[in-house]
């Protein structure tokens, strides 16, 4: 495979945590924005084109694992390089009850170095949950493995909740499964 796609020892079709967008970080840091636009294609064109982000990566789904068993959640993005391993990541306006509407934002990222101990943190602040709308299954927000498919998928734990202005917060971290 080329650098971009080496793959974890002992796994086929994950890449190597050090080259991935979702890679390894001390945290707390700023990993990424997600904008919801109307039109994908046009989007992406404008940040890099207009703007001289680069593609990174383009994502079909987010997978959710809960043990042995997986859920999609049936949403798509493109994560822009906006340097310093920063992205902006392009999602599809309408597909998600995850931001109000007319509100382009519909969160910030930070890579944290354990996202179970940052959200403890956080909710002994005072933040709360956030219930994410998946498609047949339950999710508050708590801390969830989860995998982005694509042409490179990429394992990563999650959570989410909500800051004192009820804006989205993503906490991540990069995993090895």
């Not at 997600?34 to 207009?50: K, N, P, Q």
């Not at 079909?60 to 310093?84: Q, Y």
């Not at 990541?89 to 969160?107: I, Q, V, W």
């Amino acid at each position: 495979m080329s650098a971009e796609g080496q793959e974890i020892e002992g796994e086929t079709g994950v890449t190597k945590l050090e080259d991935r967008v979702f890679g390894p970080m001390t945290g707390p840091v700023l990993h990424h924005v997600s904008l919801f636009v109307s039109d994908m294609e046009a989007s992406a064109r404008f940040y890099t084109e207009g703007l001289g982000l680069t593609l990174r990566e383009e994502f079909d789904d987010i997978v959710g694992v809960r043990g042995t068993r997986r859920f999609p959640f049936t949403v798509a993005s493109v994560f822009l390089e906006a340097g310093e391993s920063r992205y902006i990541e392009l999602r599809p306006a309408g597909d998600s009850e995850m931001s109000p509407p007319g509100f382009p934002m519909n969160h910030l990222a930070l890579s944290v170095a354990d996202v179970d101990a940052a959200y403890a943190q956080a909710l002994s602040a005072g933040r709360v949950r956030f219930e994410i709308p998946v498609p047949n299954e339950e999710w508050d927000g708590t801390p969830l493995d989860v995998i982005m498919s694509g042409t490179r998928p990429e394992p990563m734990r999650i959570a989410f909740l909500q800051g004192p202005s009820r804006e989205l917060i993503e906490l991540y971290q990069a995993s090895n499964s």
